[in-house]
């Protein structure tokens, strides 16, 4: 007796990409369990982290954790959204694709498909936002001087401020 069986093609090997980055702890929101961290380019979001207001941390970013719109997306439940330049589209094995995002001073890696890659005419120079879905939080000592200041908010302005 013969079946005929399609054969499976071989699973794609794991791709691990992730970006670290250094932040320093802005506010703790208990009632909703979760953080937010200043970095380079931003805020994040996050789970309540274990470390005071002030203090430094390092974030890594999973690429898998990270997906592309085009647009600003407004209605997802995704909080962390953050605008850039993507820089490079790098075709790995299939079916994944590594999509490396300027934000400013951060380079933000996120892993998509080959198929989002042209449904999207993902390409360097175009820009698009980086939506991360998590991150994970270490355990290392952050320096004090690694890690980015809050930028003050502009002040009222009066006659011995007034813009020049």
């Given at each position: 007796m013969s079946t005929d069986v399609l054969s499976a093609p071989a699973a794609?090997?794991?791709?691990?990409?992730?970006?670290?980055?250094?932040?320093?702890?802005?506010?703790?929101?208990p009632?909703?369990?979760?953080?937010?961290?200043?970095?380079?380019?931003?805020?994040?979001?996050?789970?309540?982290v274990a470390a005071p207001v002030d203090a430094g941390v390092r974030v890594t970013v999973d690429a898998r954790d990270v997906s592309?719109?085009?647009?600003?997306?407004?209605?997802?439940?995704?909080?962390?959204?953050?605008?850039?330049?993507?820089?490079?589209?790098?075709?790995?094995a299939p079916p994944y694709a590594r999509v490396r995002f300027d934000l400013g001073t951060t380079r933000l890696?996120?892993?998509?498909?080959?198929e989002s890659v042209e449904r999207l005419a993902l390409e360097p120079g175009l820009r698009a936002w980086a939506m991360i879905k998590s991150v994970a939080i270490g355990n290392a000592a952050v320096r004090p001087s690694d890690l980015p200041r809050q930028r003050?908010?502009?002040?009222?302005?009066?006659?011995d401020r007034a813009p020049r």
């Amino acid at each position: 007796m013969s079946t005929d069986v399609l054969s499976a093609p071989a699973a794609a090997p794991p791709v691990t990409l992730a970006t670290t980055l250094d932040a320093r702890v802005l506010r703790h929101d208990p009632a909703w369990g979760l953080s937010t961290l200043l970095f380079g380019d931003g805020e994040l979001r996050v789970p309540l982290v274990a470390a005071p207001v002030d203090a430094g941390v390092r974030v890594t970013v999973d690429a898998r954790d990270v997906s592309v719109a085009l647009t600003r997306p407004m209605d997802v439940s995704i909080t962390n959204r953050l605008p850039g330049t993507i820089v490079e589209v790098e075709r790995l094995a299939p079916p994944y694709a590594r999509v490396r995002f300027d934000l400013g001073t951060t380079r933000l890696d996120a892993l998509v498909t080959w198929e989002s890659v042209e449904r999207l005419a993902l390409e360097p120079g175009l820009r698009a936002w980086a939506m991360i879905k998590s991150v994970a939080i270490g355990n290392a000592a952050v320096r004090p001087s690694d890690l980015p200041r809050q930028r003050p908010w502009p002040g009222p302005r009066t006659p011995d401020r007034a813009p020049r």
